[in-house]
């Protein structure tokens, strides 16, 4: 069974027009995770919420923000496209350290911009 | 943040053990090392996870140097499944940075 669920798996928007990426988690994890991964790179971690609190990367750009309205949901808006954003983004939960625990991955959506 | 050090590619052939290197000289004692893997267009999927001592799980084994400043990822018998990218990271707070990874390419 699916414990992180990313929709849609594939997106595509149009330059400079607001979109946002969902995930979900069954795993009633504290923590969860966006990463950005562009082709033939590693993923890059954006931003994480540890419960309510949120912790952006300091270089993580401005266009992209994040809710988390429950512990369940978390979501990734980019509030202008541009074709370099362009990229796989991963969505990840984890229990917090000192639990022992993994990471939790989900499929990731590709977003195209056109 | 720790970061870690692994080979940009290695190749193995099927049924062969495969030992997938990884240098992190600046853990610290409380970081875990963790290996994940990613297979093309999905996320990455755990592998396994260890603080000091060795440890086997179904999937592979992972040796940890004495010192903690390396770690080597065993694959016992690699097949044609296992060809994905391997990522060392490591853990200490709550985030989880990707290095470069290793891609293992298994030749049939």
């Known amino acids: 069974d699916a414990m992180v669920i990313q929709n849609p798996r594939y997106q595509v928007t149009q330059f400079g027009k607001p979109v946002t990426l969902s995930c979900s988690q069954t795993l009633n994890h504290n923590v969860m995770y966006w990463y950005q991964q562009k082709s033939s790179q590693a993923p890059k971690l954006l931003f994480h919420y540890y419960d309510k609190d949120f912790n952006n990367e300091a270089d993580t750009p401005d266009n992209f923000q994040s809710r988390r309205p429950n512990t369940s949901f978390c979501f990734l808006d980019i509030r202008s496209p541009g074709l370099g954003d362009a990229a796989m983004y991963l969505c990840a939960t984890s229990a917090p350290p000192g639990h022992n625990t993994e990471a939790f991955f989900g499929q990731g959506t590709r977003l195209t911009v056109v | 943040d720790a970061k870690t050090t692994q080979p940009n590619s290695m190749e193995s052939n099927e049924e062969e053990p495969v030992h997938l290197p990884c240098n992190h000289s600046?853990?610290?004692?409380?970081?875990?090392i963790h290996w994940y893997r990613q297979l093309p267009s999905q996320g990455p999927e755990y592998v396994i996870h260890?603080?000091?001592s060795n440890v086997n799980n179904r999937m592979a084994s992972l040796a940890i140097a004495e010192d903690r400043k390396s770690s080597t990822l065993i694959l016992h018998r690699a097949t044609l499944r296992d060809a994905a990218v391997y990522y060392c990271i490591l853990r200490g707070s709550n985030q989880f940075y990707f290095g470069t990874g290793t891609s293992l390419t298994v030749i049939p």
């Open positions: 600046t853990i610290s004692g409380t970081d875990y």
């Open positions: 260890g603080l000091t």
